[in-house]
């Protein structure tokens, strides 16, 4: 069996950290290549290495000394060195860093965390250390081109049986570092488990794998043992955030299966996340509960709407003239809705209003805000008889007012709309309703 393994930066902030990440590899030979993200917060009020790399170049960028910043970079990567006596030199390193920092883009600058890090990672488990852009090929426009990766892989595992490998950043086509989203560690390691056809990506965060609500809203919710791709990327849209949700894409034809794991609890059984999960019929209802704020409606009435061309379609084109993607479009006979993220038409709403009016002359168009999402996900909703009328009735029970409702055409997943101020009351109510 080949095991890709990626370690998040919350498994990598301390020497301590260090520790349980090479008793993990240690105890399973199949865990051969490691993939690492910069060294996280070691505690609440410590600050991520990343974004004092990002905070580094918002004083270079308002002229504000950027050194003392600098210092606790140092001084954590010098500590993690120090407490586990590694030889790796990178002081050296670092001082060339501090020195060319004002002259790097800022995608090189960031990068440097998970660089830095893997270092020492490497040098902690005796594996060799691989840099990300010798084999994360991507292209100018942020994709990834697989064939070149693949290519790197194999001149690399010519000379090495395993190794640790920094995540989020790779090299495009003229040699530049290009880092990607937040979280894209999680997306190298699934990129290294597709080139390399591995039996099993596993990632290792400070969690024990997906729960089925926000713990922070429900008390002690239920851990999710198996889910598929399509449940996950539903769950990580809406606000689940494990794993990112665009690590999938890149394993999902492949059908490797994901283990979520938890670092500081390795006899935890985890979230286990498949392509498939056969035969399920006696399996719950719902896989999970997840919702976002932050989003407004605008609903648009004409009469003998069904009948006429273009409503729809002139709506769209106001919202694509300005940018605007749309989260969800329900639709009736005379009306339909589009809802939107409020921070994506906060400066411009009124201007958006003023043309949908001129262009598709509605009878009416109102605007409901603030506005919260929740997605109800699950495999076998679809195979079941009331599972509509069991949500309904439970938000009906807690005087939820629903404002929006949509269902995918997989059945998977219904997506209701609340007022802000009953979102957690929601949350809380399905939950009770769905998990028994």
Partial sequence: MLKITKFGGSSCASAEQFRKVRAIIE???????????????????????????????????????????????????????AELGLSTPIEADLDVLCEKLPDLSVDELVSRGEYFTARLMADFLGFPFVDATDVIAMEFDGSFNFEKTSENLKAVLKEHDCFVMPGFYGKTPDGAVRVMTRGGSDISGSI???????????????????LMADPRIVENPRNIERITYEELRELSYMGASVLHEDAIFPIREYNIPIHVLNTNRPQDPGTLVLAKIENDE?????????????????EIFKRNMSNMVGVVSGTLDVLRKYGVSIEHLPSGIDSFNVVLGRRDVEHNLYDILAEVKEKVSPDSIRVTEPLALIAVVGRNMNARVGSSGKLFTALGAAGVNIRMISQGSSEIDIIVGVSEPDFDKAVRALYDTFAQ
């Fill in 27 to 81: 105890s399973d030979p199949s865990r051969r290549f490691v993939v690492v993200s910069a060294a996280g917060r070691k505690t609440k009020k410590d600050n991520k290495i990343t974004d004092l790399l990002y905070l580094c170049r918002a004083h270079v960028d308002y002229h504000v000394d950027y050194h003392p910043v600098f210092e606790i970079i140092r001084a954590r990567f010098l500590e993690i060195k």
């Fill in 192 to 210: 290294l488990a597709r080139c390399l056809k591995a039996d099993m990506y596993e990632n290792w965060t400070d969690v024990s794998g997906f």
């Fill in 282 to 298: 006696n399996g719950p209802l719902i896989t999970g509960i997840a919702g976002k704020k932050g989003f407004l409606s605008i």
